[in-house]
Every structure is written in structure tokens, then in C-alpha cells.
């Protein structure tokens, strides 16, 4: 058939494998890549295929194992959406083979329900008098019957009154309640409840006073005084200089309210934010008017009014300089609360631009003759009918100065005190405003509140008391009573309310005392008395919320032990198909979790679901993490991995076109390498089921076919295949000039095979011999004349050669080294010269002028012809004959298997038995046939010798 040529020319192209997921994927969902013996193992970071690929890509790429670093991942995203991960070789040509896994069966676990906060229970209480001695209790059902604190003494604090629930109340620790407060109705106890007494809808506790005493009291105040509706009327006013007239003074102003001083400019000074800032109360009707007098100067006037009664002062600052200060004043038209009444004060502005000067006022209908200056609205609006003279005032801003047409005030008094008035109108300008509203004087009222259960007391208002009056008197009673008293006389009060505390008495002084400052009354309670009694309210009603649920899924797990994290810590070593109940009392045992805080159900096995309960439920708790790693069973996810780009080159031997024919060599071809240094690297079992006719390697051939142990670059172990199979009726190897191949490792199959072997290249690599061999064929033959031949060196590896024959080109001692290991069938073997290492049985074994190594095996006829026989097996020899050569037995220091009827015939003057460890048995029989200086040294032992 055609003769084949080895030509190793193809374009190479990078191997390109897409790997994709399929299955349940989670935080469990581990994923192994392998090469050869080693695996990348890639921990899921999420819930999603394209979460785990990605984290595949970084692992991948980020290792510094050689196998995946001589490999690029990059992950992508298909047409459809689904995600990938290919892998590409960095070497053309250079082809690799991974597998890609789930390693274990995955735990899914999902949230089913998500909480809702808890509410903390919180609860109030008061006393509804003044404690003054004696103790208390607490009571309350925490839903195992009533527990009762230790005793509370009445002025005990805070951190007593937890004390003594913690020491009293088995329910009650020192972190599961909060007390504040003071126990007054304005400021009760406050007791939130949390921790294991948490988010429960708890009893109303209740508060035993039965051993307190209380000091019964009247509490009277005065809620309304005359004058309460006169606001504080003031007016605010500065003087500033054209810096070339005049001369001192200071563009800043330092202002002092109730002796708080600030330091402002003149802008700061008219504005409404600043003076805000002054008062607790807020201020009404704030006005202002800037206008500039005759020389030049600047008047500036701030008016407003307000219900709070202050101190204020200003002065000129004169720590800086600038545009010139001479006057700043502040003055109080009106006090606060003042027991005269409220005067009405309207303000009234001065000349302005886009007024003309001259102008009218008019006041409720009446109008004023002409005036260019409100310095004439005092006598033009006192010439009104329906204004006398006197009734009004007009208050002119200090730093006026020599102001033609100054801004006013204007109050009205004397006949019109104390009264509501119209507002004034001007014919031209801008109108003048209300500053503060007149009105007379407010009626008097005090407040009434009676703190007793029992008794009398009295009130007087300086002179004689009333009579004595009931703890539960009512409100027309005590009218009559307030109006029996000298000081306030019948008919001037009257009386509302119940006169406890959330309804008390107002007492407000009509008719005759309409109007006017009454004594404040004075109670006398000798007689008054008074229990302590409570007022719990449950301010806020406890709610567990809705508690936080996941579903454990354990996913083809069909044996092993699987782990949970909760909170931070582990529960191990549950079964595989554990109960719920042991699932739920391990997770209770974690100190993270505790009793009673999550419930475990579902069947054995699974699925779980794991529920928030107790101080944990209404928690957003973290996520269970389950570990998966010693569970045995079906994995997930699935990975599918594909080729899409197929590896190929001038390496390949599955590349047709690196062949002559530009096919691949079929049966009966013959396969010529010859004239090239292309190696036969990989696809190196394209050809393992053709048969050829011949397989011819010149000498001229001095490329590798197959690979070494170890990676070229000696980084790893190989992995891919490292022989190159084909079958092969002749192999002939090493014919012609050449150096010859140093690595070639051909598997013949179970072809029968005659190897012709004239010569190979020296070994590649260490250990090795440049010629490795295998095939099974019974009736292989295996003919040696030059070379380094090694047959089956692979543990575990077979071949089989019915025939062996060794020859010499020209040194007969060194030209052949030759190796059959223990994996040979060997039958019969005819060496003829060189070093010839054995580790199986032989049959027969005939040597010439040849170094023989026997290492392994059973050999039934030995024949030694000026040869050198290097004894090592123990496994039987049946007999053994030797001319003129060497029998050593010395380096193996086991014993040896020469049984009795077996025989050592030794033959000429040269022949050597060494055996000085007499590892020969006794007894042996040894025969010296011909020759009379045969040496024999048996170690001490007996040798029969005949």
C-alpha cells in the first residue's frame, strides 16, 4: 500500500474549550476543574451560574499551578443570555484536557419569609401623690404566673427599683428592662422590656402601694395676671455719620439682652433674624425705616413688639473703624405684664422717598390738617374731636437728632388707655401699623389642684380662712367659700372644675374684683390626708413581629455529614439524613442562638425549615450558611464542557496534514520518519487501530515521538498520553546515518510485531531510555543491535515478547543497554553482547559476552557464555550453566531460590561463582565439570561440590 512520510509542517492552532453550568447553584455550590491529578477547586459566591463561572475566570487566571497557568480563562455571555467560560491555550499546538465538576451535593438555603421588627412591650407608672415613706412592690405575669419584686423603698432610685425586680422576679434580668423616669404624672416610670422579654405582648404589671405613706397637699398658682395681654413695646434706633462730617464712633454695635452681649454691624442691626435670636418668644409686628437728616447722617429705627419682659442695652463698639457711628439706643415704650393695662401703639413713618411731604393723617373718620413733619402729629391729631388733648403720646427715636420728619410711635393713653383703637391712614407715604393692640386689664385666675383621699383643709387670702372644706368639695361650694372671705367678697369669683390634678380648679375674679390684683390664696392642709395610690398604662403593646424563615435543602446528598453556621457559629457533623428534632437541638445548643430562639421541622433528611423563635423572631437576621464539603451523593451543578476549537499542529499525529498523503496512514500503509526533527507529540492515539505494514524511523529522524514524565518546561507531571500507538507488522528504527531519536515510545497494541532495532539516539532524559516499547502480542520478537531499548517501564503496564535477541554493531559490551521490566512476558531470549536488565520469568536464557542483570523472576535454563551474570532475583533458577563467566551473588544479600535437584553446572578455567554473603542454600548442587581453578566462596556455608 502507499508509503507514508512524517512531514510535521500544519499551522498551529489554540485548543479553545467552553464550559457551561447547569443544576442548583448556591454558596454550597463548590466546582472542581482538573488537570491530570490536580484540581481548582472554585468556592460559589453566590446563588447564580454566572457568579460562579466569573469566580472561575479570577481563580483560574490568579493560579500558579502550571497546568492552569499555561491555560487563559474568560468568562462570557452567549447569545441566549447564558453565561460561559472558555479556556484557551496560551501554546498553539499545545493541546489539554480538563474535567469539570460539582464536588459535592449542594445545600440550598433560601429565605421563605422575611421578618417584620418586633415591638418592645413598654409600660408606664405614676404615683398619684407624694411619697414621703414605707415601700412598694411590682407584680406581673410574665406567662408562668404572677412574680412579685422584693420590697421598693418609696424614695429608691432607678438602679434600686431594677435591683430589686432582678432579686424578686425570676423573669427579670438585668439586661431584659429599662427604667426611666421620675414617678410623677409629668414624668412617670418608663419600663421597656427587651432581650428575652422582647417583642412579647406582656400583662399589665401592677403596683402594690399599701406600705407607702403620702403628705396630702393643695397646690395653688396663679395662671392669669391683669396684665398678661401688654406686650413689651420696643424701640431700636442708631445715628451713623458720613465718615467726612463729625468725627470718633464706630460702624459696629455691641447689643446686650439679659447681659448676653453681641458685637453686629448696622445691616445685622435691622434685621429680624437678629433679634430673634434674642427672645425665647417670638416678635410681632417687626418694622423698620432708614432715613438721612439734613447734615448727612443716617437714622435707622427698629420697632417691634413682643410678649417676653428683657433687659437690653447698646453701646457704640469703638474697636474698629470705618463709616462713623454717634448714637445707638434701645428704649421700652411698653412692659411686659404691666398692671396699668395694654395702651394701643401704631408706628408711624417719616418723610420717605416716593412721599410727598406734605400730607394728611386720619384717624376712625375724622382727618388732620396738612403737615410736612411728624413733628406736628401730636397737636394736629389732638385737634381731632375724637382725640383729647393728652390721649396720646408720640415717642421719637433717640438718635433721631436733628431729623426734619423722624419715624414715631405713637401710643394712645390718658382717656384712651387701655383700649382697642382704629388704625391711623396717611394721604401719601407708607401707611402706619399696629405695634401693639390696647386692651384693658385681664381678670385675675388661680388654679386649684387637691391631693387627698380624706379630710379638711382651709384657704385664706391674708386674713381670716374659710371654714374647714372637704377633700372632695365641688366647685360651687368652693365658690361660695372664696366668696366668704373678706379679701374677695360675694359674687367676685367663679369656680370651674373638679380640682384634681387632670381636672383642676380655676378660680377667676369677677364683678368687683374684675380686673384687679388679689392676694394669692394660701391653703392650710393639717387636716388633709392621703393614700399613695398608682397609674399603670401600657404606653406601647408588645408585638413578636413576624419571625425570619429559611428553607435547608439538602440536594442528592446521600451519605455523609453536613454543618450549619447561625449568628456566627457551627453546629457540625449532622447526618445526612438527620431528624429535624436533632437538627433543632443542635442549632439550639449555639450559644449565637439558644434555647427556645429557632425552631427546626421538616422530615428526616430534609427539606428543613429553620424559623426564627423567641428574642430572636422579628430580628433581620443573617442567612444560615450550610458547609457541604463532607456530604457524599449526586453534585451539582452539572458542567458541560465542549470543544469548540479543536487543538492542532505540526505536533500532531492526528493532523492529516502533517502526512505526505495529507491523510492520516491507514492499515497497511508503511509510515516513514526520516530526514526531519518534527516531533510526535500529541493526538498520539489517532493511529492506535490502524495496523501498518511497517513503521520505518531513520537515523536521520531525530525528533521526539511522545513525551517525557515530565512536561518539556519539567513544571508537572505528564498527563496527556505519552506513547505513540499504532500497529505495526515490522518496526525497523534506526537504519542510515544520523544520530538518531532520543526519546521514542511506541505501543504496538496487540499487533504482532517484529522490532528491528539498529540504533537509537541517546536518552533524552534521565531514567529513560531513548527507546520505550510496549505491546501484548504473544509472538512479538524483539531484535536489538544498537541502542537504549526499555520495554514496559510504566508500573502496571504488559508486553509481551515470545522472542529477544541482541547483537552488536561495534563495541559487543556497550552497543546494546536494554531493559525488560517486570510488566514483560518474556519466553526466550538470545543476547549476543551488551547490558541486558531482567525483571520477569524467562524460559530459556542464553547469553553471550553479555552483562547480564537479573533483578525479578523465575528462569527455568540459564546459559552463560563468557558472560557476567549479576544474580539478584530470589524467585527460583532452575538450573544454571556458565563457561569461562562470572556468577555473582555477592550484592544482593537476600536468599536465594536454587531448590534441591536443581543444578549449577560451571565450565572452564575462568569461571567465577561469588557468593561470599552465602546467599546460595546448603546443600546446593554445584558441579565443576571442566577446569581446574574454578572459585567457589560459599560464605562459610557447605557446597557441595562434585
Known sequence: MAVVIWRGDSQAVAQITRVTLSGSVNQSSDVGFTIGNKTLIVESPGETRSGLLQAAEDAWNDSEVAEFAEITATYGVDESGEPYLDLEADEPGKPFTVTVSGLYPVIDVDPIQEATPGTNEVQSFYFTSTRTGGTYTITQNFGSGDETS??????????????????????????????????????????????SLGNRNLAELTVNTGSLTAAAEVEISVVQNIGDNAPTVWMMSYRKQDAYGGSGGSSQITVTVDGVSSTIDTMQFMTLAFWQSKFTKTISNFKTQTLSDNTGSEIGCVVFSVFEDNTISCQIDYGSSGTLLTHVAAEKIQQHGNSSGANEHQFVHGYDDGASASRTYTFEGQTTTSISSTGSLKSVLEALSNIG??????????????????????????????????????????????????????????????????????????????????????????????????????????????????????????????????????????????????????????????????????????????????????????????????????????????SGNMTVTGSDGGPYTFTAAGSLS????????????????????????????????????????????????????????????????????????????????????????????????????????????????????????????????????????????????????????????FGTHASNVLNVTKGSVEVAPTEGSSSTLATVRTGFLEDQESDVDLRMNAGVTLTNLYLSGGQVEIHSDTTVLEAHNTNVLLIEGGHADIDLFNSVLDWRTTDEVTNLTAKDSVVDCSKDPRQKDFNSGNVIELFGSSTELRDPLGTLPSGVDIRKNLGTETIITAGGKLIQVT
Open 150 to 195: 422584693d420590697a421598693i423603698a418609696w424614695n429608691g432610685n432607678l438602679t434600686a427599683i431594677k435591683a430589686k425586680m432582678v432579686s424578686g422576679m425570676a423573669s427579670v434580668t438585668e439586661d431584659n428592662v429599662t427604667i426611666t423616669g421620675a414617678g410623677t404624672m409629668a414624668n412617670p416610670y418608663v419600663i421597656t422590656y427587651s432581650g
Open 389 to 594: 388733648s393728652g390721649d396720646i403720646t408720640v415717642h421719637v427715636p433717640a438718635s433721631a437728632g436733628t431729623l426734619a420728619d423722624p419715624m414715631v410711635i405713637v401710643e394712645f393713653g390718658n382717656a384712651m388707655a387701655n383700649s382697642n383703637e382704629g388704625l391711623i391712614t396717611v394721604s401719601v407715604g407708607t401707611a402706619p401699623s399696629a405695634l401693639a393692640n390696647g386692651g384693658g386689664l385681664l381678670n385675675e385666675i388661680h388654679r386649684i389642684i387637691v391631693r387627698g383621699d380624706g379630710g379638711t383643709f382651709t384657704l385664706d387670702a391674708g386674713g381670716t380662712p374659710t371654714g374647714n372644706l372637704s377633700y372632695a368639695i365641688a366647685a360651687a361650694a368652693l365658690e361660695t367659700a372664696i366668696d366668704g372671705l373678706s379679701e374677695i367678697g360675694s359674687g367676685n369669683s367663679s369656680v370651674t372644675g373638679s380640682g384634681t390634678d387632670a381636672s383642676p380648679f380655676y378660680v377667676e375674679y369677677v364683678s368687683g374684683k374684675a380686673g384687679t390684683n388679689v392676694p394669692t390664696l394660701v391653703s392650710d392642709v393639717t387636716n388633709l390626708t392621703l393614700a399613695v395610690g398608682s397609674e399603670v398604662t401600657t404606653v406601647t403593646a408588645g408585638d413578636p413581629g413576624t419571625p425570619k424563615a429559611w428553607s435547608v435543602e439538602l440536594i442528592g446528598a446521600t451519605g455523609g455529614t453536613w454543618s450549619v453556621k447561625v449568628l456566627g457559629k457551627t453546629a457540625s457533623g449532622l447526618a445526612y439524613n438527620a431528624s429535624s428534632a436533632t437538627v433543632q437541638t443542635a442549632v439550639q445548643a449555639l450559644s449565637s442562638v439558644g
Open 618 to 773: 422579628g430580628q433581620d437576621l443573617a442567612d444560615p450558611v450550610a458547609e457541604n464539603k463532607l456530604l457524599t451523593g449526586t453534585a451539582s451543578p452539572t458542567a458541560t464542557v465542549t470543544e469548540t476549537t479543536a487543538s492542532t499542529g505540526p505536533e500532531h499525529v492526528d493532523e492529516p496534514l502533517n502526512y505526505s498523503t495529507g491523510s492520516l496512514p491507514s492499515n497497511s500503509d508503511t509510515l516513514v520518519l526520516t530526514n526531519s526533527n518534527r516531533s510526535m507529540r500529541y493526538g498520539l492515539d489517532a493511529l492506535a487501530s490502524v495496523t501498518l505494514a511497517e513503521l520505518i524511523i531513520h537515523s536521520s529522524y531525530t525528533g521526539e515521538i511522545g513525551l517525557p514524565v515530565y512536561d518539556a518546561d519539567g513544571e508537572y507531571f505528564q498527563y496527556r498520553g505519552r506513547s505513540f500507538e499504532v500497529g505495526a507488522t515490522v518496526v525497523s528504527i534506526g537504519e542510515g546515518d544520523g544520530p538518531g531519536s532520543s526519546l521514542m515510545r511506541l505501543d504496538l497494541k496487540a499487533v504482532q510485531s517484529t522490532i528491528n532495532v539498529f540504533n537509537t539516539g541517546s536518552p533524552a532524559n534521565d531514567g529513560e531510555k531513548a527507546l520505550v516499547l
